[in-house]
Each structure stands twice: as C-alpha cells, then as structure tokens.
C-alpha cells in the first residue's frame, strides 16, 4: 500500500447480538485496510464473523446486531457514526454489495432491466430513461453477459446461476462504485463458471479501478485474484499480509490447518488429509487465551504453553501484519 | 478381468419423454447414451459442470428413476427387471448419499428413528439388539451413541453428513452413490468427510460413485474419473493420467479452471485455455438432441484452432481407447500437441 490515506479502513471492530445474559460478540476486534484499486480477501470458516464483518461496513447488520467498538473509515469519511442517510447515499453508488446467491437477490417478479434502472433512478435522478437504459446495457455488458438485451427483458429465473450472478454484478457496478463487497459470489456457481467471474472481478479492478473486499471460505480462490488476505477465526483475524507470503508460507497455524485440509491435486493423493480436531467455540462465550488454542497442533506439540490459555497474541486493533500468534511457524513453504 | 459390480450400458434418460408427444411439451435429453462401468472396491467419479447430466445418472444407478433407454447391470443382472424381494435386496447393495443434508432428513424424527428406517423396511434384525448396532453406526461415522435422540437440527452440517453416510451403510452396501457429498461444507469439514469415506473404503471396501464438481476432492477419493458434458460422456481416465494427461479439450478446461495454490501463472493457462466467455448451460448451447455432431465443438478450442473441421459438425465421436487406460470422445484429441501440457507443469511444481 502507498503512503497515502487508505481507501477503506477498519480498525478493532466489535459486533454484538443479544442482551443481557445472551449477549455474543461474533466480530471481535477485526481490523484491516484496502488500498485504491487492492483486491482484499477475507477467509475463514462458517460462523467465524466475515460475513459480518461486511455487512457492519454497510451499515446493514441483521436486526439486534450493533456495532460495539471500533472504526470504520472511508474515503476519510467516519461510517460508524454517520447518519443513515449518508449510508444510504453511499450505499450502492460508492459501495456496492455483491451477494453470496444473487438468484435468491434478484426480485424475482421484476426483470433484470427493471431492477438496473430502479438503482440508477435512486443514483441518478437527472438522468432520461433513455439514457437509464443505456447504462443499464453497459453494466450488463461489463459484467460479460453473452446477449445483454435479452437479460435486460429477463425474469431472474430465465437466467442461469452464471448469469444470475453477473447481473448481480452489473447492478453492483453500473453506478461505478469505488468500493465492491463480495460476500462469496462464487459458492453457488460451478467452478467453470467460478473461474469465469473470478476472472471477471479482475478484470473489472483493472478497467474501473474499483477496489475490491473478497470475502470466501475456500481459500484457494484467493489465491487466484487477491493482493493481500485476511484470515478469521472466531471473530478475530489471526493472520493478514500479501497474498504470496500468507499461502505459501503461513505463520499461524490455523491458517497453515485450512491450507493443507485442501486435497492436493497430482501425484499419489495422501490416506489421510490435514484436519482441525474439534469445533470453533461459541461466540457467547469465547475463550480466553488465543481461540484457536484449544484445537492448535502446535500448542499441544509445544507442550500446551501458558501464555496460549492467558493471552490474546494478536494487536490491539486487529491491523497488524503476520499472525497472531505466540509461536508462529516460521518459514514453512508449502 | 472379473465381472464388474456395476455396468452402467448404454444408458439414457429424457425427461418429459412420456409426455413428448403432446403439443408444446419439451424434452430434455439429461443422460445420452453413457457407458460406465464400476469394480468391487473401486471408486469411480463422475464431474462435469451443473447440467450435465451427473446427478440424474447417479439416480439411475440408485434405481430412483428409470432410464428411458439402455440398462443397468449389478453383478451381471439387469437391475430394470428387479421387483419385489430381488428389489430389496439390490437396495441393500446400492445406497445413495445426498448433497443437501437439511433436507436429507426428516426434521421431525430422531436420529434414532432415521437410522433404524432401513432395519425395519428390510424386515432385519439387528445383531445385538437395535440400539447396539446403531450407536455402532454412528461411531464408525465419527460421531458418539450418546447422539441418537436429538434431531437433525442440533447437528452442524458436516455432522449431518456423517448421519446420511451412517444411514446408507446401515445395511452393508456394496456400492455407494455419492452426490456432492461435501459441495456445501466448509473447506475443513470437507477434509473430515472425505477423510471418513477414505477409511469407509479401506475398512468395508465399498465401491463408489462419487459425483462432484470438485476435482481436488474427486482425485483425493476416486481412481477412475469420468468427465460428462451435457450427458455425454467426453473422457474416462485413471485420476493420474486425467490430470496430466487431459485428452479431451473440455476436460483440460475443467482442470484449468481449478482455483489454484500453486503458481499464479495458472491463472493465464485458464485464460489461454478458455475460448472466450463460454454460453451459459442449457441458454446458449444447442440441445444436445439436436446436434448430430460433437456438442462440444462451439465451445471447442481444438475445433477452433483445426479451422472448424466438418467431421465435428457431421458425426458424433465415440469413447474411443486411448494411452494409458483412457478413453476420449473426440475425434482429433490427440496426446502430441497439447496446450494441457502447461497445465499440468503448473499442477506439479504445485505438488513438489
């Protein structure tokens, strides 16, 4: 990243749901920055908060969720105090969200053309229905559809999986955001498909400069479009740096754990492949400690050391480079 | 060789074909014309993009649909003419695992009562006393007795695969129909799950049929790979020699388009691979029906680069022996030239 001031900068985020007694913190200290045109991966399993963690950007936490602590930057502009109608101007013209099953997204009684103009009639009053119209094409267009005017006159369902997802990617980008949110927008698709709009989100980075926040839980997909990567367990990142030195040289062990549960493809395939023991712990009540504690080889290995069981390794913020962690691997080349 | 367990011959299926003959009714040929066959103890995949026919030949193969052509064989027995007790009995030998575990199950009975369905269809006794055996069960999968009376719902995902894995072994199949068995898990409890059918093999030695789209897990489990397109079958390969030696162009662009770990140049072999952005499935491709030739060749890099040969357009190609145990639709697939070569330099220096 530059000198300059980061595109989008999250700093110590917490995120709770429930009261009282129920109280549970899914988000628990995340922080991290995407740069002007950086493609920013968040990996982690199920439950472990990214999802959260960018929904909390936009404002749009599912009733109950709050966000507790922490900073949200962007732009230079404070999110995490502002009014919801600076949100809400924000929202899908600076930052757009790509959802995870855009054929569950789409309203399914409207066609794909009806629900681009409605946006770009939010975005753009001034603009003719004309000319509404001709940007709706372009989007569709930018997103590779094969025949964009017969998507433009399509229901959701006449669509396949693949073009149901690059419409959702149109309607994403046709008011050229700055920031694009991808909450697994592969996972639904097949993997030629998969390929196909990875490749796509590349591509458009590089024609619109449009910076982009990747969330997934298959690591290996990171691999094929991300600067730099963010690993989460529980609610907390445990590892981020480059894209290069992160996968192929992982310091924490949990990230190391989700790199080799990855079948390798060629040569005798192993009996058995790498696992984690165990489950994620309860955000209800996290454990003290680092969190991965309880299912880490290396803790066992090192003879269960204590400060693993009394302190967090990781920074205050959540922003610093390398793991979190008291005994990071070191120079493991997978 | 010996008697395979399973021939799958010349099967077809076309949905709505009962109905074709009414105006305005649509066909959808889902299965054309695949021959396959299974050993005792093999593991065979079937891959192939979302419509290409693999989960409705994985049904045919677990008898919940009929084919509309061709037959299936179980120990050299049409499986077509089955009725009655010889019907049960092939139940007993072929059990099916599905990909969607919440809706596998009932979400109004115990794991008790869903585990116990096969002993009680079957009419068998449980060795020891019912609940013996399907604690028994449970264990092998990896989960504890002591789990028997909750429902599917207090189960995680890949806790719930492990109960339909324990289902289907209930009554000691001989082959195992997977579909997507570990699609909708988390990359860790993928590992977990395919670790488990591993041991299953080694332990019961089941054959499988593993349905998947994912070629990493698919050449964890299986020996044998079978790629479908829009259902034909375009290749049958050793694992081995798919991946490094892909003859097929559809199958080398299925192996290009895997998310890579290893160099980031695979990225470019994809893009050099792929011709353009391809037709989505069943929109912009031609009915298979209706193409006489190779319905690959729209989409077809070989075809392209050839200069559209006319024998792609005018005659079908059939599976047709190759090196090294394979077999390869196509009619100018050859091992000399081979853009897959790249492919599979990058894949190696990624194992080494």
């Not at chain 1, 749901?17 to 109280?23: E, L, N, P, S």
């Not at chain 2, 007795?145 to 995902?157: I, K």
């Not at chain 2, 011709?275 to 912009?284: K, M």
Request: aromatic share 4%; glycine share 10%; charged share 20%.
């Amino acid at each position: 990243m530059t000198g300059d001031q980061p595109l989008l900068s999250v700093r110590d985020l917490a995120v709770e749901f429930g009261r009282g007694t129920r109280v549970s913190r899914p988000v628990d200290g995340v922080g991290f920055e995407v740069g002007e045109r950086e493609i920013v991966g968040i990996v982690g399993e199920s439950g472990c908060g990214k999802s959260l963690t960018l929904l909390a950007l936009l404002g749009l936490l599912p009733s109950g969720g709050r966000v507790v602590n922490g900073s949200i930057t962007f732009g230079g502009r404070d999110l995490r105090g502002a009014d919801p109608s600076v949100l809400r101007s924000l929202r899908g013209r600076q930052v757009a969200l790509i959802p995870s099953d855009a054929g569950a997204a789409l309203n399914p009684v409207a066609r794909v053309g009806k629900q681009l103009r409605l946006s770009l009639r939010t975005h753009h009053p001034d603009l003719t229905a004309q000319q509404r119209r001709g940007r709706a094409l372009d989007a569709l267009r930018r997103a590779r559809l094969a025949r964009p005017e017969q998507a433009l006159a399509a229901y959701p369902h006449e669509l396949s999986g693949g073009m149901q997802q690059r419409s959702a990617i149109a309607l994403g980008l046709q008011n050229e955001p700055r920031l694009l949110l991808a909450d697994e927008p592969t996972t639904a698709l097949d993997v030629s498909i998969q390929a196909e709009i990875l490749r796509l989100l590349v591509q458009l980075r590089d024609e619109l400069g449009t910076a982009i926040v990747f969330v997934t839980h298959d690591i290996s997909t990171v691999r094929e479009i991300c600067d730099r990567v963010v690993v989460m367990y529980a609610g907390q990142v445990v590892e981020q740096g480059g894209v290069e030195d992160v996968l192929t040289s992982p310091r924490h062990p949990y990230t190391a754990a989700l790199l080799g549960s990855i079948p390798p493809l060629g040569g005798v395939p192993p009996e058995q492949l790498e696992t984690v023991p165990g489950m994620p712990p309860d955000p209800a009540a996290w454990p003290g400690g680092c969190r991965f504690q309880a299912r880490c080889r290396r803790f066992t290995e090192l003879g269960e050391p204590d400060e693993c069981t009394s302190t967090w390794p990781g920074s205050a913020d959540g922003l610093a480079l390398g793991a979190a962690c008291h005994f990071p691997l070191e120079g493991v080349r997978r | 060789m010996t008697e395979p367990l399973l021939s799958i011959e010349r099967v077809s299926h076309e949905f709505g074909a009962r109905r074709a003959l009414l105006p305005g009714r649509r066909t959808h040929l889902a299965v054309d014309d695949v021959s396959l066959t299974i050993g005792a103890g093999e593991s065979v995949a079937l891959v192939g993009e979302s419509g290409s026919g693999k989960t409705t030949l994985g049904r045919v193969v677990a008898k919940l649909i009929t084919p509309t052509a061709g037959r299936v064989l179980v120990d050299g027995r049409d499986v077509g003419a089955l009725s009655g007790r010889e019907l049960l009995a092939y139940r007993r030998t072929v059990q099916m695992i599905f990909q969607n575990t919440q809706h596998a199950f009932n979400p109004r009975r115990r794991i008790r009562d869903i585990l116990a369905d096969p002993y009680e269809i079957h009419g068998l006794p449980a060795p020891d006393g019912r609940d013996a055996a399907l604690g028994e069960l449970l264990e092998r999968v990896g989960l504890h007795a002591s789990m028997l009376d909750r429902y599917p719902h207090q189960f995680s995902g890949g806790q719930r695969q492990r109960v339909g894995i324990a289902r289907a072994l209930s009554l000691g199949p001989r082959l195992i129909v997977a579909d997507e068995p570990v699609s909708a898990l988390d990359v860790s409890v993928q590992a977990q799950v395919l670790n488990l059918f591993a041991r299953l093999r080694r332990e019961l030695g089941l054959s499988l049929l593993f349905i998947s789209h994912d070629l990493r897990a698919v050449y964890f489990l299986c020996e044998r790979i079978a790629v479908l397109y829009q259902g034909r079958l375009v290749e049958v390969a050793p694992r081995e020699r798919l991946l490094e030696h892909p003859l097929h162009p559809y199958s080398r662009r299925l192996i290009a388009a895997v998310p890579g770990l290893g160099e980031r140049d695979s990225a470019e072999v994809s893009q050099a691979e792929a011709p353009g952005p391809a037709p989505a499935p069943g929109v912009a491709a031609e009915s298979p029906a209706a193409a006489a030739g190779c319905h690959y060749a729209s989409r077809c890099p070989l075809y392209a680069r050839l200069g559209a040969p006319e024998r792609c357009r005018a005659e079908r190609p059939a599976l047709r022996p190759a090196a090294g145990g394979s077999a390869v639709a196509c009619h100018f697939a050859t091992e000399g030239e081979e853009p897959g070569a790249n492919v599979s330099s990058v894949v190696s220096e990624e194992v080494g």
